[in-house]
């Protein structure tokens, strides 16, 4: 969830929020979601619905064709669904992951869904139903543009950007990636990620290495969703090169998923199915809640994380249970999600329904992502101290982890604008600096456990599952801070530490051998990067940061006699001990 505006003060200095002027997105329906018995074992189809339990679904069709409604399976075909149950525990019941088969999607009629909720709820086959209000409200219309990924010959080139991309460097201020590109895997290597939002600037000049497009759903045609989501995978995997800007995990494959036409929870079930146990879906949607009675607003206020909804969460529950890691955005609604308010379950629920933001019920498992203030100073503007809350983040127990909510510079515009950063006349080649909210905040956290994920390929370790993830992510990194008003105990976890997680997760048995020959990089890439000399040890390439000059020298020297003897001890590919006797 995007917290960018155009503000009067300057970039940066205002937004969509309690502490911000608003605005809208376009083209987000709301969804009539029915549930079924479970003893009436319906089956949706071309033909209408029947009962595999022999039950009397007349009234239902009946309905539905005097209506002109089409009632659709929410998570495709029930058989399939139920034999997946059935694979994964020998029952119909599957484990704990709620029956993805009772849950339909009832299309047309939108303008009337209210009227049409509690008749469907009334007839005897059906448990409930119930309205999802869209994901985010409207906004304006936009001209197609290209995506070839190309700009016009004679346009200048875009500098590098990485200078700007403080969430990349050590902790605290970052999460450490430039420490993570030097690390077998620490790019994201082997690791995909699917973003689910609305649309996507695909031909953009610095996302032409690792993105493979739009996997599932149709792209909304609007600017301002298409901003939102090049900035979001320019987070995570703009091109690793000298121009524009570095992603987090550059190596990691990213891809698309747009939430229309099959609404929120069926893309999610879509992703999940197209990935492997350790990739991650990313969902950097949000919706208004029950605060102010599910209505869209401007400021965003009272909006929440998609996972309160009983079809979203059974989608995440579904997708973690594969050993999915799904990343969601707490969302940009100021609220405490431990308030009473969202204990109360709406009527139209069903009456299994138990709210997923206490921990005392059944998880989703999924990492909420709150948004955090970057270091004072970052882009020449102070939003309060390092790591604290900023005032439109939602917060709570649970919320596992922070980004920056500000001043994260990527791909793309600002909102519906060209980008601040570098704007123009080719949307290919926008930047800006002002990308903020829990839109921003989630797609670092993502970066920061593909690498991790990476890393843990390569050295042939076990990934993290959904839950290991969750507990990685709660016990190292750089701790929330307090600000005024806005106290450390306004949980959004803490901003995560590549390097000190690494620890928490993989063995530090330290080997040793000759280097067989060496690498003095004396010029890094990215400039961010210390200089290095690389020794080629037991089979991998290994790395001394800072070298003195009296080390370079002796191993200079070593190699040039040409009967080198350089013994070198090591940790992964990080050298702890060297010793030059000829």
């Not at 101290?385 to 791909?411: C, H, I, K």
Request: aromatic residues 6%.
């Amino acid at each position: 969830m995007t917290d960018q505006t155009e503000p009067a003060g300057g970039p940066g200095a205002s937004g969509p929020g309690p502490d911000g002027a608003g605005f809208t997105y376009r083209a987000s329906e709301q969804e009539l979601i029915v549930v079924a018995r479970p003893e009436a074992r319906l089956r949706a189809g071309i033909e209408g619905v029947r009962s595999a339990a022999g039950s009397d679904v007349s009234a239902l069709n009946m309905f539905l064709s005097d209506e002109q409604l089409a009632m659709e399976p929410l998570f495709g075909s029930e058989e399939r669904l139920r034999a997946a149950a059935r694979e994964r525990t020998g029952t119909d019941e599957g484990d704990d992951v709620p029956d993805l088969s009772l849950f339909y999607r009832v299309r047309g009629g939108e303008s009337r869904a209210q009227e049409l909720r509690s008749r469907i709820a009334a007839l005897p086959e059906i448990d409930t139903a119930y309205v999802k209000p869209g994901a985010v409200p409207a906004t304006i219309d936009s001209p197609d543009v290209g995506e070839s990924g190309r700009r016009k010959e004679g346009a200048p080139v875009t500098p590098d950007f990485t200078g700007r991309q403080g969430y990349l460097r050590p902790a605290p201020e970052g999460v450490d990636a430039l420490w993570a590109w030097q690390r077998l895997g620490g790019s994201g290597e082997g690791v995909t990620v699917i973003d689910i939002e609305g649309a996507w600037q695909l031909g953009h000049e610095d996302l032409t290495g690792k993105l493979s497009g739009v996997v599932i759903g149709t792209p909304i045609q609007d600017l301002a969703w298409r901003n939102h989501g090049t900035a979001v995978i320019g987070v995570i995997g703009g091109d690793r090169n000298y121009v524009g800007v570095n992603g987090i995990a550059p190596e990691a494959t990213t891809a698309a998923a747009s939430f229309q036409p099959l609404g929120t929870a069926a893309t999610i079930h879509a992703a999940a199915e197209r990935l492997a146990p350790g990739d991650i879906v990313l969902i950097e949607l949000h919706r208004p809640g029950p605060r102010f009675d599910f209505e869209p607003r401007d400021d965003q206020r009272g909006y929440i994380a998609l996972e309160w909804w009983p079809d979203d969460y059974a989608a995440i529950r579904h997708a973690t249970a594969k050993g999915i890691i799904v990343v969601g955005a707490a969302g940009n609604g100021a609220e405490s999600l431990d308030d009473a308010v969202y204990e109360r379950r709406p009527d139209e629920f069903p009456e299994s329904w138990r709210n997923p933001f206490n921990p005392s019920n059944r998880p989703s498992r999924a990492v909420l992502v709150g948004a955090g203030a970057p270091p004072p100073g970052t882009h020449g503007r102070d939003h309060g101290p390092d790591r604290s809350r900023l005032a439109f983040s939602n917060y709570g127990s649970r919320v596992d982890a922070q980004g920056w909510g500000r001043e994260t510079t990527t791909t793309g515009g600002s909102w519906n604008q060209p980008g601040d950063l570098q704007g123009g006349a080719e949307e290919i080649a926008w930047y800006t600096d002002t990308f903020s909210g829990t839109s921003s905040a989630s797609p670092i956290v993502v970066g920061a456990l593909a690498c991790l994920q990476g890393m843990l390929k390569a050295a042939g370790q076990q990934l993290m599952s959904p839950d290991r993830a969750r507990a990685m992510l709660r016990s190292t990194g750089s701790p929330q801070q307090d600000a005024p008003g806005r106290p450390a105990s306004q949980r959004i976890g803490n901003r995560p530490d590549i390097r000190s997680a690494v620890t928490n997760l993989l063995p530090s048995a330290v080997g040793s051998g000759q280097a067989e020959r060496y690498w003095d990089e004396l010029i890094p890439y990215p400039p961010e990067l210390p200089p290095r000399l690389r020794l080629f040890v037991a089979g991998e390439w290994r790395n001394l940061n800072n070298p003195s000059d009296g080390i370079r020298q002796a191993v200079h020297a070593a190699f040039a006699g040409g009967h080198p003897d350089v013994r070198v001890w090591f940790s992964d590919d990080e050298v702890v001990g060297l010793v030059v006797t000829g």
